[in-house]
């Protein structure tokens, strides 16, 4: 599968310009509430309208302003699955499923009953949807969608209405989903973890614009620009510039700090809150802190430390519960590999 | 000739067909609208806000002899004014905003992710009207039904000035009870008042019974569930 998505639209508070290719498997867009990630959903299903720009699925041209086509979402043949399910409320588990599904009444009962067993609706079939779970729903959904005509899967937030508990019971079951349906899939989350999880690859969305794509390893081992670094995970980040070959100064910071092949262009620097160490002596890119503020997370520590003495932005630090504060002095240490460099 | 009570009847139950119908029709047509909502809105609901013998006048000017329109109705030996066709045209135009509010609001609740999602799902536009929008916003059409109904029955100023209170062709329940009034026949008038109260207080129970009843069938869950 092939689907290409290039498109702009004037939207309130910025211009949504966005282009990419996704190919088999799981393209995740990955971006902060309102970067324009879900309307682009909307404008691949039809729902909203561009201003100009190009669908094309698998060679059928599902919207084109130069040439004057907009199918209407009937025809697109995509699947929506909506973050609140948007099941007919007035209409049984079974009904929903039957009602857009084509055939004569023996092929959509078999359908029917394939697909109840297969997302584990069974015995659910007469029953409204505002009687069931939120797993359920989603479930019932989803099998509408697989019934019907769809090549191609749309995700809003799909897990973003479900408990934590829940929603990893759900992402099991959506993988093996993907699996049977030949994994062409466009899933929009703000949550990294999931995005990991799920997707093949990724395009970090910020104000509407493509910030970075790639696979979701090389965007979450190397993620360019602040917004991916943000996005992937990463607490701190410092404004920052080049000194010599393997030295830089992070300004937020106002640390020296020595890091690997450090580009000449280099804006910011990030580390994630997991990556920092302890040390009990001084060393390269080991600095004494001040602590700022301490607060007890369920697992960890989380600390807030700077440079003593200054007016340094502070660095979040996810320190082990066994941190006890010494009698003799401690030190920060940020690895040099560790360090995250930005060009923007 | 016809009793008050039965032209009352007939006009309402008129012009509510006629109000269910297009208030339906074009509280549908307002929520589509990008443009000139807003003034769409402003005119259908005006004759909520007027007072009825306002409207009755514009009516008057609107559909009389010396109207575009009325001369154009003429040519085919067509006059409203003063006719039972005027008593529900007055009903009507009265009743009207009551049934589009109602159903607009009831559209505009309507989760459109529902609509959007049958739309990708490939249903047509016809299927998800009828079988999708209708039924999910019957409480408010039923409402806006009941709203019409009762505000018909007590119609009384425009009816007075478009239709006129003619015995036995135009005079209906409310304006019967001016007539009486003025006439000093307060027992008629009274007579008349206790009717109109219990024909209306039936209609709201007996619309409250049959919404209650059609909730309870919804939601009860059914045998051999689960």
Redesign the interface.
Same mark, same amino acid.
């Given at each position: 599968m092939e689907l290409y998505v290039r498109i702009r639209k004037k939207l309130r508070d910025f211009d949504l310009d966005v282009e990419f290719t996704a190919r088999d498997g799981v393209f995740a867009l990955l971006g902060a509430s309102g970067c324009g990630k879900s309307i682009t959903l909307?404008i691949i &299903?039809?729902?909203e309208t561009p201003d100009e720009g190009q669908v094309i699925f698998n060679g059928r041209t599902l919207f084109d302003s130069d040439k004057k086509i907009n199918l $209407? $979402? @009937?025809?697109? !043949?995509?699947? /929506?699955l909506? @973050?609140?399910y948007?099941?007919? $409320?007035?209409m049984t588990v079974a009904e929903n499923i039957l009602? &857009?599904m084509s055939g004569t009444d023996d092929e959509k009962n078999l359908k029917l009953k394939e697909n109840l067993s297969r997302l584990k609706l069974d015995?659910?079939e007469? =029953? /409204?949807p505002r009687?069931l779970s939120g797993g359920q729903q989603q479930r019932v959904?989803l099998s !509408?969608?697989l019934t =019907?005509? &769809?090549e191609f899967l749309l995700l809003d937030e799909p897990f973003s209405a479900l408990d934590s508990f829940l929603k990893w019971q759900l992402e099991l079951e959506l993988l093996d989903v993907f699996k049977s349906y030949g994994n062409a899939a466009i899933l929009v989350s703000h949550d990294r973890n999931e995005v990991f999880r799920l997707a093949d690859r990724v395009a970090v969305l910020n104000a509407g614009k493509v910030d970075v794509l790639g696979t979701v390893h090389e965007i979450f081992s190397r993620p360019q620009t602040v917004a991916a670094a943000v996005l992937t995970g990463c607490k701190n980040i410092s404004a920052a510039r080049k000194i010599s070959e393997d030295k830089l100064f992070a300004e937020d910071w106002q640390l020296t700090l020595t890091a690997k092949k450090i580009p000449d262009d280099l804006k910011f620097i990030g580390i994630h809150d997991h990556n920092l160490e302890l040390r009990a002596t001084a060393g390269e890119n080991t600095f004494p802190f001040e602590i700022v503020r301490l607060v007890e997370d369920s697992s960890h520590f989380l600390l807030m430390v700077r440079v003593p003495n200054s007016d340094a932005l502070p660095i979040r630090w996810q320190v082990n519960k066994k941190f006890r504060r010494a009698d003799s002095e401690l030190f920060l240490h940020i690895p040099a590999e560790k360090i995250i460099l930005l060009n923007r | 000739m016809d009793s008050p009570l039965f032209i009352s009847l007939k006009t309402s139950v008129a012009a509510t067909f006629i109000s269910f119908f297009l208030g339906i029709f074009l509280a549908h047509e307002v929520v589509k609208l990008k443009r000139f909502k807003a003034i769409a809105d402003a005119v259908i609901t005006l004759p909520m806000v007027l007072p009825p013998t306002v409207v009755g006048f514009f009516l008057l000017l609107l559909f009389g002899k010396r109207s575009v329109i009325g001369k154009f109705l003429l040519q085919f030996d067509i006059n409203l004014v003063f006719t039972w066709k005027a008593a529900v045209i007055s009903a009507v135009v009265v009743s009207l905003p009551l049934m589009y509010r109602t159903t607009r609001g009831a559209f505009e609740q309507l989760d459109q992710n529902i609509i959007h999602a049958a739309r990708t799902l490939g249903v047509s536009e016809r299927k998800i009207f009828w079988r999708i929008i209708l039924p999910n916003v019957r409480y408010g059409i039923l409402a806006g039904t009941v709203l019409t109904f009762t505000r018909t029955m007590g119609e009384f100023g425009a009816t007075m000035m478009f239709a006129g209170n003619i015995p036995g062709i135009t005079q209906t329940m409310s304006t019967a009870i001016y007539s009486s009034v003025q006439a000093n026949d307060y027992d008629s008038a009274f007579m008349q008042a206790i009717s109109l109260i219990i024909l209306s207080v039936s209609f709201m129970v007996a619309s409250n019974f049959v919404s209650w009843r059609n909730f309870m069938k919804f939601t009860i869950k059914r045998p051999g569930l689960r």
């Open positions: 909307k &299903a039809g729902i $209407p $979402p @009937q025809t697109r !043949r995509v699947g /929506y909506f @973050q609140n948007a099941l007919f $409320p007035n009602f &857009a015995g659910l007469n =029953s /409204y009687e959904a !509408r969608i =019907s005509h &769809a | -």
